[in-house]
Structure formats: C-alpha cells, structure tokens
C-alpha cells in the first residue's frame, strides 16, 4: 500500500497539468469561437506559398 | 459613394506599427465563407492576420500600418459577395463576455477538483465496508480536503458575493441556501476528517457547485450570444452621418464620432442619427418613427429635427444638439425613467420560490438537531445530521431549475428571430394576456410600399422602377423597390423638388409630382379614395400612371393577430398617427379596439390602467413615443427597425419583416414557464424523497453525491424539453 504515496500525487500532478493546459487554452481565446474550431479541423490546410489570387473570380457565390 | 467611411475612429493599435479592426460581416454562415475570406484577405500584403469568427460572424484584421486603406477591405469582401461594417465592441457586451469567461474558468477549476476528489472518494466508499484502514481513509480524507477546499474557495465565489450582496439587501435568493449548504458542508467535512471520523463530504459539496456552474455558464453564454448579435445589428445599421468638417469638405463618419456642436448633412432618403436643430434648407422630413404620425412635416430653418427623421425632398443642414436640449426627447427620458423604476417591482419565480425555500430548509434542519437531542443523541451527532440535512437539500436542482429551462428557453427565441433583453422576460411574456400594439412601424413595415400596384401594367411598372432608381426621393425609391428594378435607364436627370425625366425611344419621360407630369386628376382621384397616400405620376410618352406610396401592414399582421386571439390573448392598437389611418388598419386586422393621436402621457395612463384592472399587458411598439410605454407595460417587445431607446427599454427585439416573432415568443414563453413550475416540482418531490433519508441520520457521502447528480440531471433533461418542443413544430 505504500505504493499509493507515490501514485496518488503522481494522480492529482496529472489531473493539475490537465486543469493548467484548459487554463491556458481558456486564456489563448481557444472558446471565443466553438463553431468556427469545429469546421478548421477538418479544413484543407493552405498550401505553403500559393498565390494564385483572383484567378477565379466566376467562384464568388453570392 | 462619393465620400466613404472614415475609418479612423475603428481603429485600434494592437502593437508597434500594426493597426487593427473589427469588421461584422453579413452572411458568413458556414466553414467555406470562413476559408474563403481568410485566404482571400490574407493574401493582401501587409495584412498580417485575418480571423473569421463564425459563432459571431465577425473579422478580425491586423495589418502594417501606412500601406493599406482600411475601406479597400470592404470593399475586398464585397467582390466577394459580403458586405462589411465596420463594428465597435459594445462595453455591455465586453462585460457579458468576461463574466462568461470567468464562470469558464471557474467551472474548469471545480470539474478539475470533482474528478480527483472523486478519485479519493471511490475507494473510501468501497473501503468503508471493507478492510480499509483507518489511516488510508483519513490520508483520502486529508487529500481531497487539500484538492477541494482552495477549488471551492476559488470556483464557489460567484456564489459567495451573490448571497452576500443579497442578504446586505435583507433579503433572500437562492444563493444564499446554495452558499450555506457549501460552507456547512465543507467546515464540518474539516472537523470531522480532524477527528478521524466516517464521514467527510468534500465530494458532495464540490460536485454540486460544478453542477451550479455549468448552468450558469450555459445561461450567460447564452446572454453573451445574444448581445454579440445585437452588436453585429447595431453595427449594420451602419449609424453614420455626414459631417461638415469644413464650410466646404463633408465627409462620412461613425455616429460615435459625431459631438454637440457639429454640422451634418441630411440629403433625401436620408434618416437623421442625431437630433439637432436646422440652420439651412427646407425639406419635407417624414417623422413616423419618432411620433407615429405618417403625413409629411415641413421643416425649415429652426425646426428641431430627431434621431430617425427621414428627409423627403430637400437638403438641409443640421447642427446637433445635446440630448437635453430638444424637448420631446427631455420629456421622453424623464417618461421613462419614472417607468424604469415602477418596473422593478416584479419578483422573479426563482426569488419567490427562494423566499419559501430558505427558511422551510433551516427550519427543518434545525428541528432535525433538536429533536435528535431531545432523543438523546449526542450533540455532535446532532449537529451532523442537521448539517446532513442541509446538504441534501442544498438547492442543486432548484438552483438549476430556473436557468436551465431560460437558456434552452432563449436559444430557442433566438433561433426564431427574438433575441432577449432582459433575463426574466420569458416569465413576464408568459403570463400576458392582453397585447398593445403600436401601428406605425410595428403593424406596418417602417418603410414604404406601392399601395396600387396591382393597377398598373407590369411593362410600365418596370420601366417606372428603372427610371425611379435615379432618384434618393423616399418615395420613388419605393417604388423602385416594389419594381424590383436593378438596371437604371441611362440619362436620366433629377429636378430637385419635381422629380426626374429623361428619353426613351424618343419619347420623354418623366417621374415625379403630379403636376410635374400633368396627372392632377389622377393624383387627386386616388387622394380622394386614399387620402393616407402619398402619389407619385409616372409619364412615359402619352401614356400616364399614377402610384400610390403607402406604408403596408406586415405580410402576416393578420394572421398573428388571429393566432393571439386564439392564445385567449385580447389585442389593442394606440398609436399617435390620425384617426383615419389608424381605423383603416385595425379594420384590416380584425382588431375592435383602437385608439388614434395618443401622446406618450396617455399611452402610459393607458398601461397603468388597464395594470390596476389586472391585465399583464405586453407593448410592442418602435417609435420613440413608444419607448416609455414599453419601460412601463409588464412586457415588451421592439422590432429591429425601432428607435435606439425604444430597443435598449424592450425586453425582446425582434427581427425581420414578419409580426410573426411576436406570437412566437409568447408560445415558447409559455412553455418555458411551464417547465420552469415543472421543475420546481422536482425539486420539491427530490426534497420530500430525501429529506426523511437525512433526518433520520441515514445520509453517507455517497447518498448525498448520488442524490444530488441525480436530481441535478433530472432536472437539466426536463429543461431540454423546451428545446425539443419547438423542432416539432417547425
């Protein structure tokens, strides 16, 4: 049972660190926007360096 | 377009040599807007970040200062089919979003300290019937006394300074029982780990206040979306005016920019955002969304002018007054203010239902401790199970009772185009039973339509609209609307104070005064008919049509008036336009009790006495003469379209063209009602389960977690309910 002397605080160190990157996500403004974080998960990533700017103005949906 | 938005009072300096604006953005409603105005924007050199938020349907936009005009992102987004404004962060809002935050946070804290509490406790339930030893069970106990006592002391604050500031007040709310249960739990938790007892219930008290918060949370983000939307309203509007800022030099500027003092420019087919006096011009100004009344004013050099006044035929200069100087708003305010105050007279259910609760509970558990010890128990045991009792009855579910049912209550008015003011409104409008309505603006739609339309061929009234689009005559500008005309003839002129001609296959034509196109008799045989209208001749070679301009009721003012009467709900016109206007309309809808040319005085006297009658009348209403109704009736509700102050008094503004909202929101508020007395039966059916468990001494920590969850989900499950009820209906 001594065992638990070390378990128990490595438990709650656990939980601590968990409490401390919801804090942090909190404060970096990761809740402003649930709707939005939902659909720039599955959001195809920019391709680094394109810039093919208004090559396709017929695409402007009203 | 001539002169654009100054953008410079937007601005903000984030940083050295970066700018920064907010922009609410209409029609971003899904992920493909949100890559495509991020990808688009950013590409802009210079820009150094572009960030969508869809919940709000803003944009936020940092870029290096000196390079890049801020209007050349409006006008970006319109090429790509979204229009922008430029938006201000209300300081309400700031404040709603901050304290929804903070209950974040807090509720972070307390789930944190719940789950490792939860951890400990587990093995000590278990380990109590067991083989635990007594030494494991106090180190359990010494453990989640360390986890959940700095949590509780951080996460239970909201609580804390809600019952302190009430009981300064001498009275009681809810948090005050919630607070006590908290603190009792805890300081005997203490003593009894102290004295290597059973029993200690950090568990319990903490999982009660994570429970407590999370309801709170849902309610104030709930309060916080609703105020960021009403932000992003306030901000398409786009409330600006055009400022002289020199004899000669106008330019376009935020209405936050505007001070006492300054000249503006009001052109026609423009609404005055400010009161003021004017000093050059004549023109007619149409004043129906300030007094009701539909007929043309004249206004010259000197007549007062107010916020909402819409100029119809000539330019005028305006110098803007303070508030307190015109009088009609100086009489307005003070109207209000007297009604403000009578109105918070109304208690709430869950303050009722506190006033009962409070002292029923510590009276019970104050017989349970005197009662043990006429028994012959010992006063320690005493005192825990009367403190036992007073957890178990800890209002958890009560406490979530009431917000729960709100929250899911305003979604669902918010997703039907009622955003809420004010947060026990759905109670109030619940229990009305007679409705006033306002005519101008509120019955009918505040701007103009084309009463005669179904007169006139469709071929000339399609050219008619063409050539209506080049005037900025309110209206002319109706009947372009009603044409639904886009592609304006070429060459057309305006006449200022006659209208607009020009040639069209040889043919002169012409839109304006009757006289101007020779169609008196016309004009005048219409007048005669429909002496509300306004007319505007139309002449187009030799054949000539006369429109007549009206305001129009709402599409389905009819139909909603039928459905109140339906709810059991008697319906009322007052409103300050003349008599022969207002007959007209409430015949149309059906309505038998109206009255005409009422002044905000006998509006209120109205209120007050059908409210000493018992009638629980809900106003609608939107012109500034409304606005001290609305503060005085038991409810109220304001279109979007309405007058600042009449808005900011509402307890519900509603959106769009249809009267519809209106009778929505009294069926949802209804139904929320009823959940909300539904739920107060819980929790009393919850206490009069558990009460005789804990009197009798029965009560073990886990009980008193098991009982308290319980009753919590319960009650968030019923409040869900209101939700579901309504996607029946759609």
């Known amino acids: ?62 | 377009m001539s002169s654009t938005l100054d953008f410079s009072h937007y601005l903000k300096s984030p940083g050295a040599g970066l700018l920064h604006l907010d922009l609410a953005v209409e029609g971003i409603n899904c992920a493909g807007c949100m890559a495509k105005i991020e990808r688009n924007l950013s590409k802009i050199p210079d820009v150094t970040s572009a960030r969508v938020n869809l919940t709000d349907h803003r944009l936020a936009l940092e870029w290096r200062a000196g390079s890049v005009d801020p209007a050349m992102f409006v006008d970006r987004l319109a090429e790509l089919g979204y229009r922008a404004y430029p938006f201000e962060r209300a300081g309400a809002e700031t404040q709603e979003a901050e304290r929804a935050r903070s209950l974040l946070r807090r509720l972070g804290v307390a789930a944190f300290a719940a789950m490792n509490v939860m951890m400990l406790s587990i093995p000590v339930w278990s380990g109590n019937a067991s083989d635990m030893l007594p030494e494991q069970r106090d180190f359990f106990h010494w453990l989640s006394a360390l986890i959940v006592l700095p949590a509780a002391a951080y996460s239970a604050q909201p609580f804390f300074a809600s019952a302190w500031s009430a009981l300064r007040a001498r009275s009681v709310n809810m948090d005050v029982p919630i607070s006590v249960g908290i603190v009792l739990a805890l300081a005997m938790s203490l003593v009894e780990t102290a004295s290597h007892a059973d029993h200690a219930y950090f568990d319990a008290a903490i999982m009660l206040i994570a429970f407590l918060l999370a309801g709170r949370y849902l309610d104030q983000n709930m309060r916080r979306r609703t105020r960021a939307f009403a932000g992003n309203l306030a901000a398409l509007k786009a409330e600006t005016a055009t400022k002289f800022i020199s004899d000669e030099e106008i330019r376009t500027v935020p209405i936050a920019a505007i001070k006492p003092g300054d000249i503006v420019l009001l052109r026609p087919g423009e609404r005055s955002a400010v009161d003021g006096n004017v000093i050059e011009g004549r023109s007619e100004i149409d004043q129906s969304l300030i007094t009701g009344e539909t007929r043309p004013r004249l206004a010259v050099p000197g007549s007062a002018v107010f916020a909402g006044t819409q100029v119809r035929s000539g330019v005028l200069r305006v110098c803007v007054a303070a508030a307190s100087e015109a009088t009609l708003l100086a009489e307005i305010s003070r109207l209000l203010e007297n009604a403000l105050q009578s109105r918070s007279h109304y208690l709430r259910l869950a303050e009722r239902a506190s006033r009962l609760y409070a002292p029923v509970v510590h009276a019970a558990a104050l017989l349970t401790m005197l009662g043990w010890l006429l028994y012959g128990a010992t006063l320690h045991d005493s005192v825990v199970t009367a403190i036992a009792v007073l957890i178990i009855t800890c209002p958890c579910a009560l406490g979530l009772a009431i917000p729960a049912v709100q929250t899911v209550a305003s979604g669902a008015l918010f997703g039907s185009g009622v955003l809420l003011n004010s947060g026990d409104a759905i109670e109030r409008m619940a229990r009305v039973d007679r409705v006033i309505f306002d005519k101008t603006g509120t019955l009918t739609l505040p701007e103009l339509d084309v009463a005669n339309a179904a007169n006139i061929p469709a071929d000339v009234f399609d050219l008619a609209g063409r050539v209506a689009l080049a005037s900025r005559h309110p209206v002319a500008a109706a009947v372009a609307r009603a044409a639904a005309a886009k592609s304006p003839l070429p060459d057309i002129e305006e006449e200022p104070g006659h209208g607009v001609h020009g040639m069209l296959d040889g043919c002169e034509i012409r839109l304006g005064r009757p006289s101007y196109c020779g169609a008196d008799e016309l004009a005048n045989e219409i007048l005669s008919r429909d002496p509300e209208a306004s007319v505007v001749a139309f002449r187009h070679g030799e054949t000539c049509h006369v429109f007549a301009v009206r305001q129009r009721l709402r599409p389905d003012a009819a139909a909603v008036v039928e459905t109140l009467h339906q709810y059991g709900i008697a319906v009322e016109v007052l409103s300050g336009d003349r008599e022969p206007a207002v007959r007209t309309a409430a015949q149309a809808l059906g309505i038998h009790e109206w009255r005409a040319e009422v002044t905000p005085v006998d509006k209120i006297a109205r209120i007050d006495d059908l409210a000493r009658h018992g009638f629980k009348v809900l106003m609608v209403g939107d012109g500034l003469n409304d606005a001290p109704a609305l503060a005085a009736a038991y409810a109220s509700m304001s279109p979007v379209s309405a007058a600042h102050i009449s808005q900011s008094v509402a307890d519900a503004v509603f959106l769009g063209e249809q009267l519809a909202p209106v009778a929505t929101a009294i069926d949802i508020s209804r139904k929320a009602l009823r959940l909300m007395q539904q739920n107060l039966w819980l929790a009393v059916v919850y206490n009069a389960l558990a009460v005789p468990v804990a009197v009798a001494g029965l009560v073990t920590p886990l009980i008193a977690a098991a009982a308290m969850s319980g009753s919590s989900l319960l009650v968030m499950l019923n409040a869900l309910r209101a939700r579901a009820r309504k996607r029946e209906t759609v």
Do not use: H
């Open chain 1, 1 to 62: 049972m001594e065992v638990l002397v070390f378990l128990v605080p490595l438990a709650i160190t656990l939980g601590f660190i968990g409490l401390m990157g919801f804090l942090w996500s909190l404060k970096s403004g990761q809740y402003d926007d649930l709707d939005g974080a939902a659909w720039r998960a599955i959001a195809d990533d920019e391709p680094a360096g394109s810039s093919n700017s208004q090559q396709n103005p017929q695409r402007q949906d009203p």
